[in-house]
């Protein structure tokens, strides 16, 4: 194997993660050739659509997965917080490789953090789980959707289109726009969606050779913290619509998971911890505990 093809959207965003991908690939097998393919996705397509109402599963992969699936590309990366938790028929997620930092974060027309804003100002988001923690936090605010790549959302709040905006920590940093932000949320005020800043690497699962270099490059710990988080979502997802967020954190063999569902803008938050290796259980466990907390009323 001398050479693949990488399929990847064609945001400066998405290109500067498939880069990441392609290099550690190429260190990990000197003298293979990791070239990239863009492929446009439904949701680079259609840039009016507010995500809260027009997003479905797969706005964001399911062009790619297709591409891999047809032959057209050999592998491809997806942030993981846009794979769908139901899994395409022949393809794998064969390496979870890198995880940027977790977090969400403010930028903002005067440098100032969410609290410092104006009372009303608007602040840009398509996330139902950023809006429902923002409102936690500033109910005066006028959240409102966004829609474009990180560069165009900075564009959006320096325009004044908006007063201020969240996007992830990881788009930032990945960009070296980490210095636009006014503030970097904690999880205890802004919990992210399950995988965020997480990478995933798909090829065919009976391309054997691919999935075997890309078993060179998965960490083991970050797969196991984005199973627990993806699990808790594929169970919230099968019970029910909420907007839904959680991360975990190793302490050892330990898995801490932090998990919150926000029904009609309600947050219902819990954590629970067990070893490490039953991480999916761990997710569908927690997320039996809020749904049925909803149920009942909070």
Known sequence: MTSLRLGTRGSQLALAQARLVAGRLEAAAPGLRVDLVTIATAGDRDQSTPLAEGERPGWFTTAIQEALQRGEVDLAV????DLPTRRPEGLVIAAVPLREDPRDALVSRAGQPLRALPPGAVVGTGSPRREAQLREIRPDLQVRPIRGNVETRLRKVRDGEYDAAVVALAGLRRLGLEAEAAEVFGFEEMLPAPGQGALAVECRAADEA????LARIDDPQVRLAVTAERAFLAAIEGGC?????AYAEHFGSTLKLHALIAPGGRIIRSKMGGPAETAAGLGR??????LERAARGG
Request: proline content about 5%; aromatic content about 6%; glycine content about 0%.
């Open 78 to 81: 997806h942030s993981l917080k």
């Open 210 to 213: 691919v999935r075997q270099l």
């Open 241 to 245: 619509s909420y907007p839904a967020a």
């Open 285 to 290: 466990q927690l997320a039996a505990e809020l």
